[in-house]
């Protein structure tokens, strides 16, 4: 620890005793991450609190508050019990006679931290003494008892129904009050069974175990999780990772199960992959397949996710050393995978450094590459309120965003090719996108597409040429919605070109009903003008059509 880093704990320190309590909470949680992170910097910190305990005369009350808070700690840190007789010696007695808890709430905080005293404080032993006739006197006590012991470890599989009857009833029972007791009883189970199973045949327990833990997993409550952590930290401690493999592939598999919108689940996922860390350096292929996959969700949308995945990458990085003899070891590599992680904080920092709207649009189009085509629907979604939100400022991008969407037209997936075709009529209506003659010939060829082919001499519909002729009638539809209360001068021949696909496949003949019947719509209170703009020829086919049995309204 360098001058600066006592520098930086003492200026907390001065900050977690300030006199307005939002500034000491905040200043004690860096304070408390700091003194968790370097060893023996409570030496620090106990010369500033034994001042202010011992003080004589008038102290102030919200310094000697902020005092034993940071005696009190939190989950991690607690200044107190740390393994050293000089702290004992100077800071018992310090807490013990103090003069200044004047204030119940002072007093209360005492009384914490004495509590907390007699809870974590182990008294460790002086003279350690083991002769041969303790030895022996031990050896005497356990051997009537060894016969008796380990119901599992000595009977098998014996009674592995018996249990699995009981587990599934623990984990559903649903009553409130009862529930956390019941996983916890659950979890202890299942370390005794797994622990116990460590010389005879696992195949058998582990087919009945693993749809049982899932089924746990996937309904395991925020009170349950530590539980389940204790239950494998337990049923695999100090045991040859060779003799779990079960509960190693099990926990290593854990990577595999599909992501959630649930954090809880995703968090105890992640702490109980995490309990492989018992096994340290011997299990380096386990720690590769866990490194592959968690290096690619550093972006998951929590933050607790995140936390809990950067953990588990620490734990897989933190084995790859050089040998004596110069070898590697067979762990992932550190520094493979941070020339991974600056590549991807260089795109960041490429994207920050470009307009947000220029950023915005590569990743939407990034997006729409996805294999997922809900990805690419809620894509297409998100560009019409970025679009119509940004109108004047997105106009320098108009000619990238036709392009996708056209694409996009002709997506594989129908429910993409018609948001597609919405979000094309709304630009070709406020003007974003200019509808033009070309635009019209591009619909007109792609909905003309034959769909028929030819195999082994017999006619058969191709899906991928129906996906090429409905895109081209979705962009002649998009045409006839961009104009809801007027006619423009594409919208008659795209409507005539709709009219000729009346007895296409049941896909198209709805994407036209769809589009013709909200033409008429909002056409309707105004026909005698718009009519005008229509040949007779054309009034004739398009009368036909809207009276007709399919497209009546």
């Not at 008038?58 to 991690?76: A, N, P, S, T, W």
Request: charged share 25%; hydrophobic share 45%; with cysteine.
């Amino acid at each position: 620890m360098t001058e600066i880093d006592k520098q930086v704990i003492l200026k907390l320190v001065e900050l977690s005793i300030n006199r307005y309590s939002e500034v000491r909470r905040g200043a004690q949680v860096y304070l408390f991450s700091i003194l968790k992170r370097y060893l023996f910097s409570y030496n620090v910190v106990v010369d500033r609190i034994l001042e202010l305990l011992n003080a004589q005369g008038e102290v102030d009350h919200d310094r000697i508050k902020g005092c034993l808070y940071i005696l009190l700690g939190d989950d991690f840190v607690f200044l107190p019990t740390k393994s050293s007789w000089s702290l004992f010696e100077k800071l018992w007695p310090s807490i013990a006679g103090t003069m200044h808890a004047i204030k119940i709430s002072t007093q209360n905080l005492i009384d914490q931290v004495v509590e907390k005293i007699v809870k974590q404080f182990d008294t460790p032993a002086i003279i350690e003494d083991t002769n041969a006739i303790s030895i022996r006197a031990a050896v005497a006590l356990w051997r009537p008892l060894e016969s008796k012991e380990g119901l599992l470890r000595n009977f098998g599989s014996v009674f592995v129904d018996n249990f699995m009857e009981q587990l599934y009833s623990l984990i559903r029972k649903k009553i409130k009050e009862k529930e956390e007791g019941s996983q916890r009883v659950a979890a202890e189970i299942v370390a005794g069974m797994i622990r116990g199973s460590k010389y005879w045949t696992l195949d058998e327990l582990w087919s009945k175990l693993t749809p049982f833990l899932n089924e746990a997993f996937m309904n395991i409550s925020s009170e349950a999780v530590n539980n389940w952590c204790l239950c494998f930290r337990f049923a695999v401690a100090d045991v040859d990772p060779r003799r779990m493999y079960h509960a190693v592939e099990f926990m290593r598999s854990l990577i595999n199960t599909p992501s959630t919108a649930n954090a809880l689940i995703e968090t105890s996922r992640w702490h109980l992959i995490e309990q492989l860390s018992n096994f340290e350096w011997r299990i380096p292929a386990v720690w590769h397949a866990i490194n592959v996959h968690a290096k690619d969700l550093l972006e998951h949308p929590y933050k607790a996710v995140r936390e809990c995945i950067a953990s588990v990458l620490g734990i897989s990085l933190g084995h790859d050393i050089t040998l004596p003899n110069g070898q590697a070891t067979r762990h992932p590599s550190v520094n493979v995978f941070f020339d991974g992680i600056r590549e991807r904080l260089q795109q960041a920092m490429d994207i920050c450094e470009k307009t947000p709207l220029e950023a915005f649009i590569e990743q939407i189009e990034y997006v729409c590459t996805s294999s997922k085509w809900h990805a690419r629907h809620a894509a297409i979604e998100f560009v019409q309120h970025m679009i119509f939100c940004n109108l004047f400022n997105a106009r320098p991008f108009a000619s990238r965003i036709r392009e996708l969407l056209l694409k996009c037209l002709f997506d594989e997936q129908f429910e993409v090719r018609t948001v597609a075709s919405v979000t094309l009529a709304g630009f070709y209506q406020c003007g974003f996108i200019q509808v033009s003659k070309e635009d019209l010939e591009y619909f007109r060829l792609m909905s003309n597409r034959n769909y028929f082919i030819k195999v082994e001499g017999k006619k058969v519909t191709s899906a991928e040429y129906i996906v090429k002729r409905h895109g081209g009638v979705l962009g002649l539809c998009a045409m006839v919605l961009s104009s809801p209360y007027d006619i423009s001068i594409h919208v008659p021949d795209a409507l005539m070109l709709l009219c000729e696909h009346s007895h296409d496949p049941n896909l198209i003949q709805k994407s036209i009903k769809n589009a013709l019947s909200e033409f008429r719509r909002t056409h309707h209170d105004s026909w005698h003008e718009h009519r005008k703009n229509f040949t007779e020829d054309q009034l004739v086919i398009l009368a036909d059509v809207l009276i007709s049995p399919n497209y009546y309204i």
